[in-house]
């Protein structure tokens, strides 16, 4: 079964600095997705960023990017410039393709804090 | 496009008794899926239902059950309440299960058994 592994139960970071949320995950499919989620207070669980796993090149979107390491099974998120809003919990997830007829897997969580 | 919606957000049950929940997913998505998540245990998978009818089912008792409508709205139902299902659920909904696209979530129910 697949398992996803985020190691930092909880992070801070200083407002407009860089911070970097680990997560590993154990496979033996060689095709799948990886995503982090945010889940701020207020509970909705927002997609920030995903990997397709044939994809070598990193996935960004603005202020965040991830570094994909398929062969360590290793898939970090960096969060640039932090900003307030960016206090949440971080999950990891994991889907398996090609037909994606299988539950995201989550990983425990990381919860960030934002110093101002 | 309105967001994943569900109802209602807050619920306080006694052992025993049983309860539904309901998700609303987004217009045009035919696919839904529910999650529990506690504390201790993180995000769990529950089910999955497109089309009305059950994809996938993650490892929890018959007690939690689900169902799919035509318009694709689903509910999921848990009888005999344990203080153990204290729990917030969580269901995303996704244009088509057949590819491993995002999922979107609502904001939850939060369910408290006491």
């Known amino acids: 079964a697949q398992t996803v592994t985020q190691s930092q139960p909880e992070m801070s970071v200083q407002e407009a600095e860089t911070v970097t949320l680990s997560c590993t995950y154990d496979?033996?499919?060689?095709?799948?997705?990886l995503f982090w989620y945010k889940q701020p207070p207020s509970r909705q669980m927002i997609l920030v960023i995903r990997q397709e796993a044939y994809k070598q090149q990193n996935a960004t979107e603005n202020r965040f990017s991830v570094n994909f390491q398929k062969a360590a099974k290793s898939f970090s998120l960096k969060i640039s410039d932090s900003q307030l809003g960016d206090a949440a919990m971080y999950f990891c997830a994991y889907r398996t393709l090609p037909s994606g007829n299988t539950p995201l897997v989550f990983g425990k969580g990381t919860r960030l804090s934002v110093i101002a | 496009k309105a967001g994943v919606t569900q109802t209602p957000r807050y619920l306080i049950k006694t052992r025993g008794q049983q309860v539904t929940l309901s998700c609303s997913p987004i217009?045009?998505?035919?696919?839904v899926s529910w999650y529990q998540q506690t504390p201790g245990q993180g995000l769990q998978f529950l089910f999955e239902y497109f089309s009305e009818t059950q994809r996938n089912k993650g490892n929890f008792p018959g007690r939690f059950s689900g169902r799919q409508f035509s318009n694709s709205r689903s509910e999921m139902n848990v009888s005999t309440l344990e203080l153990g299902d204290s729990a917030l659920y969580l269901c995303?909904?996704?244009?088509?299960?057949?590819?491993?696209?995002?999922?979107?979530f609502g904001p939850g129910t939060r369910l408290t058994v006491t």
């Open positions: 496979t033996s499919e060689s095709d799948y997705y």
């Open positions: 217009s045009g998505h035919r696919s």
């Open positions: 995303a909904s996704r244009h088509d299960p057949n590819r491993a696209e995002e999922q979107y």
